[in-house]
């Protein structure tokens, strides 16, 4: 007899998640979508990085130290991001540009995310993690989008894209992801 196995099939589920991520709609049929499955030591640099940019960020940024808390509690965790290689060539302003040339002639400002970007690309990536994250409620897992695992992922180097979010992914009988303090 096997007892609680659930946990043992978490890492499998992940890439399914991402599986989800991956096939999920993309504009113009370009897909810019960036995945990854956090291995065990990357959790710690995740972690710590995520301390860091809150010592780094001040007073209110102690939510940071939480969510590293909880990514180092969860059973697994996937990273979702966009590295954008170019724009839609709509020219429709969104980004707050008038044409996508000069949004794509601007230097990118680098903080814990890369911009400006085309304002699809940011679509493509929400339209991911919702169809990453529609998946894991499927599985009945319990998870969060968090972007402080995202942006420490990037600042960390750990996944090379424009923007990044991350999703920890726990199965246990309470979600260690509601009464959060």
Same mark, same amino acid.
């Given at each position: 007899?096997?007892?609680?196995? !659930?946990? *043992?099939?978490?890492?499998?589920?992940?890439?399914?998640?991402?599986?989800?991520?991956?096939?999920?709609? +993309?504009? #113009?049929?370009?897909?810019?979508?960036?995945?990854?499955?956090?291995?065990? !030591?990357?959790?710690?640099?995740?972690?710590?990085?995520?301390? =860091?940019?809150?010592?780094? #960020? @001040?007073?209110?940024?102690?939510?940071? #130290?939480? *969510?590293?808390?909880?990514?180092?509690?969860?059973?697994?965790?996937?990273?979702?991001?966009? +590295?954008?290689?170019?724009?839609?060539?709509?020219?429709?302003?969104?980004? @707050?540009?008038?044409?996508?040339?000069?949004?794509?002639? =601007?230097?990118?400002?680098?903080? !814990?995310?890369?911009?400006?970007?085309?304002?699809? +690309?940011?679509?493509?990536?929400?339209?991911?993690?919702?169809?990453?994250?529609? #998946?894991? +409620?499927?599985?009945?897992? *319990?998870? =969060?989008?968090?972007?402080?695992?995202?942006?420490?992922? =990037?600042?960390? @180097?750990?996944?090379?894209?424009?923007?990044?979010?991350?999703?920890?992914?726990?199965?246990?009988?309470?979600?260690?992801?509601? *009464?959060?303090?």
């Amino acid at each position: 007899m096997i007892f609680n196995p !659930e946990s *043992d099939v978490l890492d499998a589920l992940a890439k399914s998640i991402l599986l989800a991520a991956r096939t999920a709609p +993309k504009a #113009k049929g370009v897909d810019d979508i960036v995945t990854a499955l956090v291995e065990k !030591e990357d959790v710690e640099v995740l972690a710590s990085t995520m301390e =860091r940019l809150a010592d780094q #960020k @001040g007073e209110g940024f102690v939510f940071l #130290k939480r *969510d590293a808390a909880n990514l180092q509690n969860a059973g697994a965790a996937v990273l979702i991001g966009v +590295k954008t290689s170019g724009a839609a060539g709509l020219n429709c302003g969104a980004c @707050g540009f008038e044409t996508c040339a000069e949004m794509l002639d =601007r230097q990118k400002v680098k903080v !814990e995310f890369m911009g400006p970007n085309c304002m699809f +690309k940011y679509v493509d990536l929400g339209i991911a993690v919702g169809a990453a994250v529609a #998946k894991a +409620k499927d599985f009945c897992i *319990d998870n =969060r989008v968090m972007y402080t695992v995202g942006a420490a992922a =990037r600042v960390s @180097g750990l996944l090379d894209a424009d923007v990044v979010f991350g999703i920890p992914l726990s199965v246990t009988g309470k979600n260690i992801f509601f *009464d959060r303090k």
